[in-house]
């Protein structure tokens, strides 16, 4: 959907500008060098183009010209005062049109630009109606359009059809406001209106998307827009950032963010300021959607407006609503605690001198209501809410049920834990019938908590996993909108609680299912967005499709449930039961959809649960993070394929060394460890930094005494179940590493000689299309090279290919088949990022795992290349010679190494099992 959008580039605008010429009236000019130049500040666009300027004259012009190149800008042939600045790479210009020019010529050495430039047509007829919809008055301002909708004037009837569609969606009538849109970008192209018909279309394109998730339909209204917008840079940015939040609701996440910076980077050229400002807040809901709080408050905090008025009080409002998001449900453990409050009560300062809006006050009392809960101030709460209720003009879904989440939350602050139960039961039946999961969510772990005071147990563990079955259906869901993005990073609280309560019960085995499905959500989450992002344009299509189908049906049942916020409560039950119905058909769907990438995936990860975590001889220990009384602890849980036992572990002193580590994680478990030949570590957030492995056990290093492996618990075969047959040797593919050429030969050596079939790519030989086809019928991957953690989550993470080629992390999600064996002998091939951010990080290794291997070696930091060269020998000398186990190999390596090399990083090799 996005290529051509993407392909659109500012030279080529720049060139059809230049190619149009001067428009109506233009006298002709001797050909010159097209000038690259983009412009913004028109009231309108008619084709030629001609720029259309209403009362504020300034033309605001961007050009990529060197640094101290000479500019001229002419008016009608007299040179025009300019203001000039650096502005991304290149010179921007602003200048004051006079009334009556007609062309403005941007001139720098050989090359020039002419922009043809107009008055804009007249509508005073309109102010009377923009001036209500800006008071919030929206009866007045649809009255008001009555004269201008009959005006003889074309023009007008279309500025007021288009300001009516807008009118008509802000007071919640959808249907209205599309079918207003396209009568008015219709009668926008057929007066010549290029700006007025391509901002309308992509206005109807984002409401086709977040309101009725007809993505095909919305996909031609781009299109539609995109043809023309081409020669306005300005639209075309806007267009640019509706496509990136209709990425956000396919689930392209990273696609959406690359997008949006590609939209600051326009709007910053263009002098666009209050599109700036939306694709930061944009921005910052998609990195709160992906658990990535610090970097959403830092895209806001970095550019508040300066100047008073309503985009400053929805700025503030974005940032404390991020910050108090951020504090109530951020995965990590030891996580920083903000107060929004000074920034709502800034912005609803600003809403009641500069912006007056009446929902948007009621708005700020509602975000102060909940600022003070999570502040443990229930009067400061009550307040607020109740000031709240002053203020909302009319009844909305979302304010609706935020005021509910507030009231219930209220009451247990209270003690009244039997309202409470009735507000949160009220809150739900009506997420329920809306289809909100995230307000599912809240009202069953608000349950749970009230449950909980009252002292039945039974109901607040009901209620729990009920909570958790509603996030596992949120987190296959892929759009962030609507009120649901917050919750990827919000499900932690009730895993945490519901492992809490079932330990406290004696129910470990269930605390450890409960444990690794939430350990692993996040994981499979990032795996179908990630293979998404690397699919190729016919499985997009195909998901696109899908995708589409899967809310075609879910509009469906909206739709019919559109009035259910306001039900009374006697027919909630009777529309329960119809919604329970209609909702096993919306999952069929949305298996059907998930299939086409990642099916196979999802079924390893739900039949996971089921499964002995441990193999014979084996001992697993899962750590996952629970609330206890002096602050954010742990509970361990030892598995066999006979017993489990579960033990609480207090909180872990950030700079913990490795004696007290080994206190806290391994002495509870003392015995089963000493039982066991092989030890699986199943880490969780933070504690993914701590090499278990060199714990001391028995006065060594745990790796001395036990073979030690790290899972992703994904389910499948641990480690390889027969002998490698074939394998293929990538070494030293940019020819920099000496010792990695030579690794290269002995291991190749070493492999023939136990009768493998090997196949070596070694410089040039090792291309991306080589290396991919040679690695589809492969028992054992052996990579002796660089390797390079990269991206915030790891996901640029690469192996160096031949000349400037790499082998990506998607590149390995998205091969056919994965060898049975590897062994990453690279720098960082095995580091992971967020450790400590409780989402599962990205690294080569564990796109390997993921992709299908059984057992996988790499570095977690950076190697020494004779190091790694000499413990690629031993290891295959056990590996082969004596027929261990991969982590079995390793452990007998990596002492042999030690021994020799004291001085080496032995403790950053670990071996990957799903």
Do not use: K
């Amino acid at each position: 959907m996005t290529r051509s959008l993407r392909g659109t580039s500012r030279a080529c605008a720049a060139l059809l500008l230049a190619a149009c010429g001067g428009g109506e009236g233009a006298s002709p000019e001797p050909p010159r060098r097209a000038l690259e130049v983009e412009f913004a500040g028109c009231a309108e666009v008619r084709r030629g183009p001609v720029c259309e300027l209403d009362e504020d004259r300034e033309l605001v012009l961007w050009t990529p010209l060197p640094e101290r190149t000479a500019v001229l800008v002419t008016i009608d042939g007299a040179p025009a005062p300019v203001s000039q600045a650096r502005v991304e790479g290149g010179a921007q210009l602003r200048v004051e049109v006079p009334r009556g020019a007609r062309a403005v010529v941007v001139e720098a050495e050989d090359a020039a630009f002419r922009l043809a430039v107009g008055e804009a047509h007249p509508l005073e007829a309109l102010q009377p109606a923009i001036a209500a919809r800006e008071a919030g008055d929206f009866e007045e301002a649809e009255r008001r359009l009555a004269g201008p909708l009959a005006s003889e004037d074309a023009y007008v009837r279309a500025r007021a059809a288009s300001l009516g569609a807008r009118i008509a969606f802000a007071r919640g009538d959808t249907d209205a406001a599309l079918s207003g849109l396209v009568v008015s970008s219709e009668s926008f192209e057929s007066l010549g209106g290029l700006m007025g018909a391509a901002s309308d279309r992509t206005v109807l394109a984002m409401l086709l998307t977040l309101e009725r998730w007809r993505f095909e339909d919305s996909q031609r209204e781009l299109e539609r827009a995109e043809v023309l917008a081409g020669a306005i840079p300005e639209t075309q940015a806007h267009l640019l950032f509706t496509t990136a939040r209709v990425l956000t609701h396919l689930g392209d996440y990273l696609g959406a963010l690359d997008l949006f910076r590609t939209v600051r980077e326009s709007a910053a050229r263009l002098g666009l300021d209050d599109l700036t400002n939306h694709v930061r807040q944009q921005e910052s809901l998609v990195l709160q959607g992906l658990g990535r709080h610090d970097e959403a408050l830092a895209a806001l905090t970095t550019r508040v407006p300066s100047e008073p008025g309503c985009a400053r009080a929805d700025h503030l409002t974005s940032l404390g609503w991020i910050q108090l998001q951020a504090s109530e449900g951020r995965a990590r453990q030891r996580a920083v605690s903000y107060d929004p409050r000074p920034r709502f009560e800034e912005a609803l300062r600003e809403y009641g001198a500069s912006c007056p809006r009446a929902y948007r006050v009621g708005n700020a009392h509602l975000n102060l209501a909940l600022a003070a809960l999570q502040a443990d101030d229930p009067q400061a709460a009550r307040a607020s809410l109740e000031a709240a209720r002053a203020h909302f003009p009319s009844e909305s879904a979302t304010l609706r049920a935020w005021e509910l989440e507030a009231e219930a939350r209220v009451a247990l602050a209270a003690g009244a834990t039997d309202d409470a139960l009735a507000t949160w039961a009220e809150l739900l039946a009506r997420a329920e019938l809306a289809g909100d999961t995230s307000f599912e969510w809240r009202a069953r772990y608000g349950a749970a908590r009230a449950h909980r005071a009252a002292g039945d147990a039974g109901d607040a563990i009901a209620a729990l996993r009920e909570a958790e079955a509603r996030v596992d259906h949120a987190m296959l869901r892929l759009g962030v909108g609507d009120g649901r993005a917050e919750l990827a990073g919000e499900h932690e609280p009730s895993a945490r609680a519901l492992v809490s309560f079932l330990v406290d019960e004696g129910r470990a085995a269930e605390a450890l299912a409960v444990a690794r499905r939430a350990r692993r959500r996040a994981l499979r989450a990032s795996h179908r967005a990630e293979r998404l992002r690397a699919a190729d344009p016919a499985q997009r299509a195909r998901w696109t499709r899908s995708v589409e189908a899967y809310w075609a049906a879910r509009a469906r049942v909206d739709e019919a449930a559109e009035d259910a916020w306001r039900l009374p409560a006697s027919e909630l039950a009777a529309r329960s039961a119809q919604r329970e119905d209609e909702r096993a058909a919306l999952a069929t769907q949305l298996r059907s959809a998930l299939a086409l990438l990642d099916g196979a995936a999802d079924e390893a990860l739900d039949g996971a649960d089921d499964e002995a975590p441990s193999a014979p001889g084996e001992v697993t220990l899962t750590f996952f993070p629970v609330d206890l009384p002096s602050g954010a602890g742990w509970v361990g849980f030892a598995a066999t394929a006979d017993d489990l036992e579960a033990r609480r572990i207090a909180p872990l002193a950030e700079d913990a060394a490795r004696p007290a580590l080994a206190t806290a994680l391994l002495e509870p478990f003392a015995g089963v460890i000493a039982a066991a030949e092989r030890v699986r570590i199943v880490s969780y957030g933070e504690l993914d930094a701590v090499d278990f492995h060199a714990l001391p056990f028995e006065g060594a290093p745990l790796a001395d005494r036990r073979a030690v492996v790290y899972g992703l618990d994904l389910g499948g075969p641990a480690t390889p179940s027969a002998a490698s047959r074939s394998a293929l040797v990538v070494a030293d593919p940019r020819l920099d590493l000496p010792a990695a050429g030579r690794e290269g030969a002995a291991v190749v050596a070493r492999l023939e000689a136990a009768e493998l079939a090997v196949e070596t790519l070694r410089g040039d030989d090792a291309r991306p299309d080589r290396f991919a086809r040679a690695l589809q019928d492969v028992d054992l991957l052996h990579y002796a090279g660089h390797g390079r953690f990269d991206g915030r989550d790891g996901w640029g993470s690469h192996l160096p290919l031949a000349g400037a080629s790499e082998l990506s992390v998607g590149d390995v999600l998205m091969l056919p088949s994965a060898p049975r064996e590897v062994v990453l002998s690279a720098c960082e091939g095995g580091r992971a990022q967020d450790a400590r951010s409780g989402v599962a990080g990205w690294s080569l290794a564990r796109a390997f795992v993921i992709a299908g291997s059984g057992s996988v070696l790499a570095a977690i930091r950076p190697v020494g290349d004779e190091a790694a060269a000499q413990l690629a020998a031993a290891y295959y000398a056990r590996r082969l010679d004596e027929d261990r186990a991969p982590a079995d190999a390793l452990r007998l390596a990596v002492r042999a190494l030690r021994d020799a090399h004291p001085d080496v990083d032995w403790t950053s090799y670990r071996v990957f099992v799903p």
